[in-house]
């Protein structure tokens, strides 16, 4: 089915997915870099703060995104997408104009609602144009899409900020998303797709999808990862900020730069070296996402435990060396992207992945997005009275532990992995 489109026009739909996925990361990301700005001007907690930057996004955002891939497996996953840019877009856009916390937190649940689309329904129709022994790969490249995003993000958000205020930086980011979903309703094909529309229920085709040999551990693993993940990327710049004593553009310079490039580097390798290794044994399918896991964890304690007192001059400027730290770990910790996307869609039904994909980022995102930020946020605040500013530098070093447990989670899944899919 994939030859009836040209390897070019399979290319470029991959680049306009790729587009699409880099501004629903650098809307969802941008209040990371904005944390400190908004904390002082509507005199919140750090638990506040990271229930602004997790849970207001992460609960609309996991919780409708099963509902909404259903909607895309049985009508069109370009409309979904094409509709759902424009909305969290749009809502992007009004968290510039919110006068208080609360309509900030509420223009956040609408980028949660919006985004709730993008993401699966992109996974399923990339399976359909590439096939099986490419999939990693594509899907690798089309997960760097979220380390450019968090560049954009990150460095771009900071200028703007510093420039024009924290608001005009949601308003200036929001904007694109309209132009993009244009050009994914109408330049977008919906390919026919491998298997038949199913008639049962939405209960039962969740049921069925969670039965899959391995998905309830694949799932479990990237719930685990993703909390420690997602609380240390909302954290860094702060961390940075208050024990570094970073300013707000240094801190969106280095951390975007280290983390898109290691990024990149690391899920296109990640993807490269899966499609090769599991050529000999399909294991290495969910092996690698492991490998990348127990590297993480050392990787980044260094970053977050090295003294600030020592730096490198770059072109006049000094780098703390424990960037260098989180740049090595950025590499490890995204070899997990384009394979275990891969995984997924090769177990799932041809008629269930956009809602398979879904399922899984429920788990990841409402776990990893939802409590990450919002647990670090709080163990930081609870920490406080006995270590002051680098609380929120032991909150994150605990939170480590975790990805070490999704490591073990997905040796365990491997085997079961293999038995599934053996005759694909």
């Known amino acids: ?213 391995g998905f309830a551990l694949i799932a479990t693993a990237g719930a685990s990862t993703a909390l420690a993940a997602y609380g240390l990327g909302t954290w860094s710049p702060s961390f940075l900020m208050r024990s570094h004593g970073l300013s707000l553009v240094e801190t969106g310079l280095l951390l975007g730069g280290a983390g898109a490039v290691s990024g990149i580097i690391g899920a296109i390798s990640g993807g490269l070296m899966c499609d090769r290794l599991c050529q000999r044994d399909k294991r290495w399918q969910l092996w690698l996402p492991a490998l990348g896991a127990f590297a993480t964890a050392p990787l980044m304690l260094g970053f977050l435990l090295w003294p600030e007192s020592q730096q490198f001059a770059v072109g006049g400027s000094m780098i703390p060396v424990a960037i260098l730290f989180t740049f090595l770990g950025g590499i490890v910790a995204a070899f997990w992207l384009g394979p275990t996307y891969a995984a997924i869609q090769t177990l799932s039904p041809g008629s269930m992945r956009a809602q398979a994909a879904a399922i899984f980022l429920f788990m990841f995102n409402l776990v990893g997005m939802g409590l990450g930020p919002l647990l670090i946020g709080a163990l930081s605040d609870l920490l406080e009275p006995a270590y002051g500013s680098d609380s929120l530098r032991y909150a994150m070093a605990i939170s480590l532990s975790l990805v070490v447990v999704g490591g073990l989670l997905f040796l365990r899944a491997a085997p079961k992995y293999v038995t599934a899919t053996a005759s694909t």
């Not at 040209?6 to 904005?34: C, E, G, H, K, M």
């Not at 510039?96 to 649940?109: K, N, T």
């Not at 949660?112 to 690798?140: C, K, M, N, W």
């Open 1 to 213: 089915m994939q030859s009836a489109f040209s390897p070019r026009y399979r290319a470029y739909v991959l680049f306009i997915l790729w587009i699409t996925y880099i501004l629903n990361f650098v809307d969802r990301q941008l209040i990371t870099i904005l944390l400190e700005p908004i904390k002082l001007e509507f005199e919140v907690s750090d638990t506040a703060m990271g229930f602004l930057s997790g849970f207001a996004f992460a609960l609309f955002y996991a919780s409708l995104g099963v509902p909404v891939a259903r909607l895309a497996d049985r009508w069109s996953r370009r409309n979904v997408i094409a509709i759902s840019v424009g909305l969290w877009s749009a809502m992007t856009a009004f968290c510039g104009l919110a006068g208080s916390f609360w309509q900030l937190a509420l223009a956040r649940v609408g980028v949660g609602i919006g985004e709730a689309g993008g993401t699966p329904p992109s996974h399923s129709l990339i399976a359909d144009y590439f096939p099986v022994e490419q999939r990693a790969t594509a899907l690798s490249i089309h997960a760097t899409a979220t380390q450019f995003g968090i560049l954009i993000g990150m460095l771009g958000g900071a200028v703007v900020a510093a420039q024009y205020g924290w608001r005009m930086a949601f308003i200036f980011f929001g904007i694109p998303g309209i132009v993009v979903g244009l050009l994914v309703a109408f330049t977008v094909k919906e390919p026919r797709r491998e298997s038949p529309l199913g008639t049962s229920s939405m209960l039962a085709d969740i049921k069925h999808i969670w039965a899959l040999p």
